[in-house]
């Protein structure tokens, strides 16, 4: 027996700093972690006596500019940038050993001082169209509007020529019956709120089954 293979890839992230001074001390974090850990982290790209290298010039860079040297503060701008590559590379670097060790995902971005990033949950879309129960029906399901009092239903079987009302409901879901197999029918919603009825949600096609 074959063991799967997860396909959700998954992604690590880092959380740069703005300000030069928190930029530093993130870094040496990450390069102290990483050094701590090499037996699970072994090939750390690039390598972290680099890492180190440009952490130290940012350092010496950022000094130069409170010391208001002329010209200090296009170096340190790009001392800062050079950096940022670096822990985005070890970044992606982390991110390949997580994915070909799921299981240890969250001991890996620990040992990286680093963090799995979380997913973030799809919108739901302001109207779907689903087939319904029986042939012939379709179900209608909009985002739901805070404070509504009714939703308004609208069809269109001429590609949006013409739209045809539909009776109201007070959830802001609803279905559809009597339709043709085979056809393609459009259709929209709005939701009634205190302040009136809202704008027509763009038109979704669906072909009856």
């Not at 994915?99 to 997913?119: F, P, Y």
């Amino acid at each position: 027996m074959t063991n799967k293979i997860s396909t959700n890839r998954i992604a690590v992230a880092l959380g740069l700093p703005r300000k030069i001074a928190d930029l530093l001390v993130f870094a040496q974090t990450i390069h102290d972690t990483m050094a701590a850990n090499s037996k699970t982290l072994p090939s750390p790209s690039p390598a972290l006596t680099v890492l180190q290298t440009d952490i130290d010039t940012l350092a010496t860079e950022q000094a130069a500019v409170k010391a208001r040297t002329p010209g200090a503060v296009t170096t340190r701008d790009q001392a800062a940038k050079t950096l940022t590559i670096d822990l985005n590379s070890e970044r992606l670097y982390v991110e390949g050993l997580v994915n070909a060790n799921q299981a240890n995902a969250s001991q890996l971005v620990t040992d990286a001082g680093m963090k799995l990033r979380r997913k973030t949950a799809p919108s739901k879309p302001p109207l779907a169209v689903k087939a319904g129960a029986t042939s012939g029906t379709v179900k209608l399901v909009a985002k739901a509007a805070k404070g509504a009092k009714a939703n308004n239903w609208q069809m269109s079987t001429d590609g949006g020529k013409t739209w045809v009302d539909l009776p109201s409901t007070t959830k802001a879901t609803t279905t559809v019956a009597n339709l043709t197999p085979g056809t393609t029918v459009q259709f929209r919603q709005d939701a009634v709120t205190k302040d009136g009825e809202g704008d027509w949600s763009l038109p979704v096609p669906h072909v009856v089954s």
